[in-house]
Nanobody, 124 residues
Framework: DVQLVESGGGSVQAGESLRLSCAGY????????VGWFRKTPGKEREGVAS???????VYLDSVKGRFTISEDSAEHAVYLQMNALQPEDTAMYYC???????????????????WGQGTQVTVS
């Protein structure tokens, strides 16, 4: 079974940084994408960033230049480096395993089939 485990969330002040980690088990990364999503109460879950093992990435406009997604295939891990965090980044962050469309990573959750339990990020 596919298993995704997030870690690295926490409470920080505006302007500070956090690095989220997603450890994956039970799948071959080869042609798949791993994405980070976030959810706040009362809002739809939104895709933040996604990466495939050929280096293809995609980012939500509001995090471009602040967040960086990376992967370590040997460790079966995907990371989300979040810099210059703002209160509006406060959310539960999830990693998910999914498929690309036309060779490109996607931010729509319909493309993702397996999800982690989430890690909370709070920015004040």
């Amino acid at each position: 079974d596919v298993q995704l485990v997030e870690s690295g969330g926490g409470s920080v002040q505006a302007g500070e940084s956090l690095r989220l980690s997603c450890a994956g088990y039970g799948y071959r990364y080869s042609d798949l994408a791993v994405g980070w999503f976030r959810k706040t109460p009362g809002k739809e879950r939104e895709g933040v960033a996604s990466i495939a093992n050929d280096g293809n990435t995609v980012y939500l406009d509001s995090v471009k230049g602040r967040f960086t997604i990376s992967e370590d295939s040997a460790e079966h891990a995907v990371y989300l480096q979040m810099n210059a965090l703002q209160p509006e980044d406060t959310a539960m962050y999830y990693c998910a395993l999914g498929y690309r469309f036309g060779g490109y990573c996607q931010l729509q959750e319909d493309y993702y089939t397996s999800w982690g339990q989430g890690t909370q990020v709070t920015v004040s």
